[in-house]
């Protein structure tokens, strides 16, 4: 069996990583991956200006005029630059362009007004309140790679270097199937037997909020013949993931249909929950998870496999973020494979503390109200006193854009 590096391994090793890529405009490129360097197209600041209301002047004339200079003129923001005649101040405005002829600007609260004059403090300095030209970034300067997942803030700056249209990678399709002959979806009274699933929704959203183009293929029953006609498909996706069925149980069957359209490089992990999952490659671009059935299972194989897939997909970096934490509870096991415990993370005196929460089973929901992240144990770990410092993953940190 696999240990957990080495399925991560094996999976970055088998990912063929995103090819295809379109051109999108500023407004649609949030969460998008950039195919291509960007670079700006402008100086920022685009010309020298002012970074507080006030006066610009040039500091020679103060001295000739005894710190009294006549205002002549204003710069205000949208101006084309002006030029400052030789002992005179001008009015500006913060973002106005400085004047030519003009070597600082003097803050509004730091002057006294008289009729057609300004009078300045003896403290005005060459070079204040300026913000130079290109003094941010430059035009043609790389601003990001390809393979950055862009956030708002990274569009602030691409709007800001005057760059419209961005190359990105075309989003990832994924099919997305349950299996079971157990499952209904909510909405429909429960048969003896039946149970509401789950893991089809949150796989789905997970994959959305990635960015994921997503296919909804249902449930599909326990049956090697519905699981063919299903998956007779995969090769057109760039993702397809499954759960439940990928077990040792007589009716988990879909490890087997799979094996006979793709290839299956591993099944079986050293982690618990979710030692039942699988991985593949379909076809000439197609990738393929079997997850396991079990709700928490499902989560975390999906955190620990399909996540850091799809970052390779995008030639992007991923990493798990995993901070030392003070244990606020004891929790023994058995040595013997890689645990992620769900928990309840928090601060206090300024110690990132975390709690392992009661009922751990991997069919448990019940925790997911509180849960906030994961302790992780490493495989020889017989568990932990509370005091004790644990390894905890925070949900929400980390991922791509860590270092
Ligand atoms: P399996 O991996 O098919 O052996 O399923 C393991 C456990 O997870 C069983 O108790 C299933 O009923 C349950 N299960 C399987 N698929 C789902 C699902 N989509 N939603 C919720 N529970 C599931
Ligand atoms: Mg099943």
């Known amino acids: 069996m696999l240990t957990l590096a080495e399925a991560q391994a094996a999976i970055a090793e088998r990912i063929v990583a995103a090819g295809k890529t379109e051109t999108v405009p500023l407004r649609a490129a949030a969460g998008r991956y950039t195919a291509a360097e960007l670079r700006a197209a402008v100086d920022n600041p685009a010309f020298d200006n002012s970074a507080m209301d006030g006066y610009a002047l040039c500091t020679p004339d103060l001295v000739t005029n005894s710190f009294v200079l006549p205002q002549a003129g204003e710069a205000r923001c949208g101006d084309a630059p002006g030029r400052l005649a030789s002992n005179t101040c001008q009015r500006i405005f913060t973002g106005a362009p400085l004047p030519a002829g003009a070597d600082t600007v003097e803050i509004q609260e730091n002057v006294r007004l008289e009729p057609g004059c300004v009078v ?3 403290t005005v300095q060459p070079g204040q309140n300026i913000r130079r030209q290109g003094e941010d970034f430059k035009r043609d300067d790389a601003l990001y790679g390809p393979g950055r997942r862009l956030t708002v803030y990274d569009l602030a700056l691409l709007s800001a270097a005057g760059v419209a249209a961005i190359p990105v990678y075309a989003r990832p399709r994924a099919l997305v199937v349950a299996t079971g002959d157990e499952l209904v979806a909510p909405g429909t009274p429960l048969q003896p037997g ?13 994959l959305e909020a990635l960015g994921v183009e997503t296919v909804d293929g ?3 029953r326990d049956d090697a013949g519905a699981l063919r006609d299903m998956l007779k498909s995969a090769a057109d996706y760039d993702f397809v993931i499954t759960s439940g069925g990928a077990s040792v149980g007589d009716h988990d069957l879909v490890k087997q249909v799979f094996a006979r ?3 299956i490089n591993f099944w079986k992990v050293k982690i618990k929950p979710g030692k039942p999952v699988a991985f593949g490659r379909v076809g000439e671009r197609g990738h393929f998870f079997a997850l396991p059935g079990n709700p928490v299972s499902s989560l975390v194989t999906f955190k620990l496999f399909v996540e850091p897939a799809l970052a390779a997909w995008h030639h992007a970096r991923y990493r798990l973020v995993e901070l030392p934490a003070l244990a606020d509870n004891d929790f023994r096991r058995h040595a013997g494979r890689m645990e992620f415990l769900r928990a309840r993370l928090g601060l206090r005196d300024g110690r990132l503390h975390a709690t392992a929460l009661h009922g751990q089973g991997s069919h448990m929901l019940g925790p997911l109200r509180q849960t906030n992240g994961f302790i992780r144990l490493a495989e020889d770990s017989t568990g932990f006193t509370a005091g004790d410092t644990v ?5 929400g940190l980390g991922g791509e854009g860590w270092d």
């Open 120 to 122: 300045f403090p003896r």
């Open 194 to 206: 039946q149970i509401y699933e789950s893991n089809r929704l949150v796989t789905l959203l997970q």
């Open 218 to 220: 249902g449930v599909v």
């Open 261 to 263: 359209i793709g290839e």
């Open 391 to 395: 390894a905890a993953i925070p949900l």
